[in-house]
């Protein structure tokens, strides 16, 4: 059974650091793109950050971009999504998910993708002004 579970979430004021955790389980870890999604109240989901751990590359949704760092612990087959100078417009509720890897799809076009088929429960992530 795949699992996501996603934790580190909390509140922060603005300038601030969190770091979130994605630990996966029942898939293999390099078959697949695991990726960062928010979605604030009244806004639509967004991707923030995705990687794949087959050649190690990454994506980033330019609001996050040089703020926001994805990194993966393939032996704890865990993701992380390190998070600094966080702003208000953080503010939202964070999902990792998982993917399998389609063959010729670069990170970025995760961050954009409708189909991830597998999403953990999300973790609270508010920045205060």
């Known amino acids: 059974e795949v699992q996501l579970q996603a934790s580190g979430g909390g509140l922060v004021q603005a300038g601030g650091s969190l770091r979130l955790s994605c630990a996966a389980s029942?898939?293999?870890?390099?078959?697949?793109?695991i990726g960062w999604f928010r979605q604030a109240p009244g806004k639509e989901r967004e991707g923030v950050s995705c990687f794949s751990s087959r050649d190690g590359s990454t994506s980033y949704a330019d609001s996050v971009k040089d703020r926001f760092t994805i990194s993966s612990d393939n032996a704890k087959n865990t993701v992380y999504l390190q998070m600094n100078s966080l702003k208000p417009e953080d503010t939202a509720v964070y999902y990792c998910?998982?993917?399998?890897?389609?063959?010729?799809?670069?990170?970025?076009?995760?961050?954009?993708?409708?189909?991830?088929?597998?999403w953990g429960k999300g973790t609270q992530v508010t920045v205060s002004s």
């Open positions: 029942g898939f293999t870890f390099d078959d697949y793109v």
């Open positions: 998910a998982a993917t399998q890897r389609r063959s010729g799809w670069g990170t970025v076009f995760y961050l954009y993708y409708l189909g991830m088929e597998y």
